[in-house]
Every structure is written in C-alpha cells, then in structure tokens.
C-alpha cells in the first residue's frame, strides 16, 4: 500500500492511551514508507497523526473544504493541501488517493467517513480494505451494533466480515495486506431474462 487514508477525530477526546495511538499510528506509517492522506487539519488526533507521519520524514496530505480552510484549521507542515468546495468532494478526493483506509476514535464526522467508505465497499463501489483501531474497547458498543444488524437480517455476515478491526497499527495494516474484497457486492445479479 502506498498511502492509507485515516479517518478520526478533530478533537482529542479524554484519554491520553487514544492520542498516544494516532500519533503512533503516525510513526508506523511514516516509517513503513506508507503516505498519510487525511483531512488536513492541524487540531485533535488528526493532527497527532500528521504529525507522527512527519517526524518520520513521510508523505502526508491533506484534503480540506474551503470553510474549514478559512478557520485557520489547516496544518501549516504537511506534504500537500488540496482544497475542495464540499465534505462529499473531500471524501472522493481521499477515496481517489488512497489504497485503504483506517478509522481512528472520532465523533459523528468520523462515523459519516467510516459509513460511507465501507457502503461504497457493500455496493462494489470500492475495493480497498477498510479498517478500525479499535483502543480500549472504544468501538465495541458499534461491533455489537453491527453483529446485531447481522443477526436482524439487516446486513449480511459477509458485509460485516469487511469491516477489520485491531487493537494495533501493526495488526491492522497486516489484515489490510490479505484484505480480499468481495467477489459479488450487493445488489449485482445475474440479469433477469
């Protein structure tokens, strides 16, 4: 993989083990030689993780809205600012310059990010691994969320199954290396005769 798109918070949150983790996250992808592409800003873990990248010496760019750009929120150090008008352009212009994807503690952005990446997955719309860090149990109340739609019939085992999850940078871009995606995506039949 030559660069991974990081999905995750604009603030820091309250635990010091989760800000540790983006600016590790950072480090190993700086150091394996993996470009950064994230949301540009320089605040919250987003920016513990453009700065783990840089003080490896490693690629990191930064795709930002002009409403956010024009807040001061942008990091002044990375590799490339790219400007786009909208979030949705934002997310196709990460989509575009990425090999993966991973998701970091976050709030409802973060979430928006995740979701959407891995429905384009469910509809064979994307075919790059998707993944979560999941510190401290963090995203456990949404995997049981997410079994439970399994359980209701809401969502296949097979679209859950696209989802990798790891307590560790190293564990998940390992599971990202063997990532298969799927071979039929929902809603692609046979044509009806």
């Not at 956010?68 to 590799?79: A, D, G, N, S």
Request: hydrophobic fraction near 40%.
């Amino acid at each position: 993989m030559k660069r991974i798109a990081v999905f995750c918070g604009s603030s820091e949150g309250s635990d010091p083990k989760i800000v540790k983790l983006a600016y590790t996250t950072g480090t190993v992808l700086g150091t394996k030689g993996i470009g950064l592409v994230y949301g540009g800003a320089k605040i919250g873990l987003m920016g513990k993780v453009a700065d783990g990248t840089l003080d490896k010496n490693g690629e990191v760019i930064g795709v930002i809205p002009h409403f956010l750009k024009r807040k001061e929120v942008f990091h002044p150090k990375i590799t490339e600012l790219i400007t786009v008008d909208t979030m949705h352009e934002r997310k196709l212009k990460m989509h575009e310059l990425s090999d993966g994807f991973i998701a970091l503690p976050g709030g409802y952005g973060t979430l928006e990010e995740l979701f959407e990446i891995i429905t384009w997955g469910q509809l064979g719309l994307n075919q790059k691994p998707m993944g979560i860090l999941n510190p401290n149990g963090f995203f456990e109340p949404m995997l049981q969320l997410l079994d439970n739609m399994v359980l209701k019939g809401f969502l296949k085992q097979e679209n859950r199954d696209m989802l990798l999850v790891d307590n560790s940078i190293e564990g998940l871009l390992r599971q990202m290396q063997q990532y298969q995606p799927l071979a039929i995506p929902k809603w692609i039949e046979k044509e009806q005769t």
